[in-house]
């Protein structure tokens, strides 16, 4: 029995399934998860003491790559005069006036704990500033699981949301209406039915939680467009994205600006954080300034908050977004060759250093039910095999994958040469 292997029967006597989140229980893919005890770079060092190279980094944050000295640094040296004071810091100021500067529409930012808490508060405010209850979301997407935000879709164009768990009321629920990702006339068509019942659409702009799956051209623009005609708000979730497909994110990215925009993830350097900020006048709707209620007692946490600068100021540096860019083409174009050598039916989507891949016969993935058509079980193959190669990719085929800034050409040479020994057994 391998080290994960009892640590993993030990933990679920105490913690539900031995994990405290779901997808890190390898349900997807079958087998035992990894027990990590260290991080450096780009490498993850099981309880074993085997290295992989990594993929998930945390499920993004780590776009330095594990323990940057300047971000250990920074949290060493904050931790030192205290954990959390439940009271207003400068630290807070300098990362709020950082974010926005940088953000696109960000006049007023506030911080939370995580990424659920940021989309849970925007919907909130959403629907205070408008005095409106629906909220229109893609199947697929996903924005943490706060109620609203937790609902299905069944089938058809347009559908009254269906909770994805017990415990999401039935009676909130059929407050969120559930599109098709990319589906510019389903968008139309929803906000020619119900637009003056929207207080606000959220999306992600780069679709990362159903594997990686971009906006085709107009798909954002439509959202804006139809949010301004409708007087509903445009919240983009920029939770997995921000600070990871650009500097200024999705949004500078693809030219479209949200009302409301959420952060978490690598804004906070792998520490727990998540933000939401956007227009002045929204944003002044929030207590103490306004109405609409949202707090935290460790809110703007100051080690968080410097670790999230420190990661800040490495990513501020000219050229970084690029030369993450170019090592993702390389092992997207690398890993797209060695399939079509092997004749494995195999796609690919990537923006800027998210990407994703995909066992099946189509050209192009756009939406969720193309992404839950592929060839899973072949997916589930593929992982073990490079799992077993010294490379952690997501435990699960509708999981986005992240290069980091310390992935070497090595690296991506090794994850390559695995790959090409994988795909010989698919
Ligand atoms: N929004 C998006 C786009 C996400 O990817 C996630 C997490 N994967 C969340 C929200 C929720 O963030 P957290 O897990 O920090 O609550």
């Not at 539900?16 to 990894?34: D, E, I, L, W």
């Not at 940057?68 to 207003?88: M, N, R, Y």
């Not at 839950?372 to 190669?389: E, Q, Y």
């Amino acid at each position: 029995m391998s080290r994960s292997e009892q640590m993993f029967t030990q933990a679920q006597k105490y913690i539900p399934g031995g994990v405290n989140s779901p997808v890190r229980a390898f349900k997807a893919v079958g087998g035992t998860p990894v027990f990590f005890q260290k991080a450096k770079g780009a490498h993850l060092f099981d309880v074993d003491d085997k290295r992989y190279i990594d993929y998930v980094q945390s499920w993004g944050p780590m776009v330095l790559g594990h323990a940057h000295p300047d971000v250990i640094a920074a949290v060493v040296d904050k931790v030192q005069h205290g954990l959390s004071f439940g009271a207003p810091t400068e630290i807070e100021t300098t990362l709020a006036q950082e974010l926005t500067q940088i953000m696109p529409g960000m006049d007023l930012v506030r911080f939370v704990n995580s990424g659920t808490e940021a989309t849970m508060s925007a919907i909130r405010l959403a629907r205070g500033v408008t005095g409106r209850d629906k909220i229109i979301k893609f199947e697929g997407c996903y924005h943490g699981h706060s109620d609203s935000l937790l609902i299905k879709a069944g089938s058809g164009a347009l559908t009254m949301g269906v909770p994805s768990s017990p415990g999401v009321p039935e009676s909130l629920a059929q407050h969120t209406v559930t599109l098709t990702y990319n589906d510019i006339a389903g968008v139309e068509q929803a906000f020619a039915d119900i637009g003056d019942q929207v207080a606000g659409v959220i999306v992600e702009p780069v679709a990362g939680n159903m594997n990686c799956v971009p906006p085709v051209p107009g798909f954002l623009q439509c959202l804006r467009a139809q949010c301004d005609a409708h007087g509903a708000l445009l919240i983009i979730d920029e939770v997995m994205t921000g600070f990871r497909v650009g500097l200024t994110g999705a949004q500078g990215h693809y030219g479209v600006t949200a009302d409301i925009t959420t952060l978490g993830k690598v804004m906070g350097g792998g520490m727990p954080v998540g933000a939401f900020g956007g227009k002045r006048e929204v944003m002044e709707q929030i207590a103490p300034l306004g109405p609409i209620y949202q707090a935290g007692t460790l809110s703007g946490n100051p080690v968080a908050m410097a670790a999230g600068l420190a990661n800040l100021q490495h990513v501020k540096a000219e050229g970084f977004y690029e030369t993450l860019s170019v090592k993702t083409d390389t092992l997207i174009h690398g890993l797209t060759a060695l399939a079509n050598d092997a004749g494995i039916a195999f796609t690919t989507n990537h923006v800027g250093s998210m990407f994703g891949v995909f066992f099946t016969e189509e050209a192009k993935i756009t939406n969720y039910q193309q992404v839950m058509a592929c060839d899973i079980p072949r997916f589930n193959k593929f992982f073990h095999g490079m799992l077993k190669r010294g490379v952690y990719l997501a435990p699960a085929s509708y999981e986005a994958g992240f290069m980091s800034a310390a992935h070497s050409s090595d690296d991506i040479d090794q994850t390559l040469q695995a790959a090409r020994e994988v795909f010989a057994t698919l």
